[in-house]
Nanobody, 112 residues
Framework: QVQLVESGGGLVQPGGSLRLSCSAS????????MNWVRHIPGKGLEWVSQ????????YYADSVKGRFTISRDNAKSTLYLEMNNLKPEDTAVYYC?????WGQGTQVTVSS
């Protein structure tokens, strides 16, 4: 069955960086556009970024544009999110997502 397993979250100071990973299995990863979304406490779910399955074209929410970079390694069936210049408002649980499938999420906390 489809499995998505996120990792790489943690506690980081404002201005710091983290790299999230999402290991995928149970489907042909290279066939699907993949997304990162986040759940912000008290604000709900926010779409963060998307990457095309073929061309590698990327798309970002305005709130993260210029700071976050989405990428994928189809050979490893892994999705990444490089997050730089993190802000307290980036604190959230981050999920990788496609179609109706979600991972368990990884917590990112940005605090001094």
């Amino acid at each position: 069955q489809v499995q998505l397993v996120e990792s790489g979250g943690g506690l980081v100071q404002p201005g710091g960086s983290l790299r999230l990973s999402c290991s995928a299995s149970g489907f042909i990863f290279s066939n699907y556009w993949m997304n990162w979304v986040r759940h912000i406490p008290g604000k709900g779910l926010e779409w963060v970024s998307q990457i095309n399955s073929v061309s590698g074209s990327t798309y970002y929410a305005d709130s993260v544009k210029g700071r976050f970079t989405i990428s994928r390694d189809n050979a490893k069936s892994t999705l990444y999110l490089e997050m730089n210049n993190l802000k307290p408002e980036d604190t959230a649980v981050y999920y990788c997502f496609f179609l109706v499938h979600w991972g368990q999420g990884t917590q990112v906390t940005v605090s001094s």
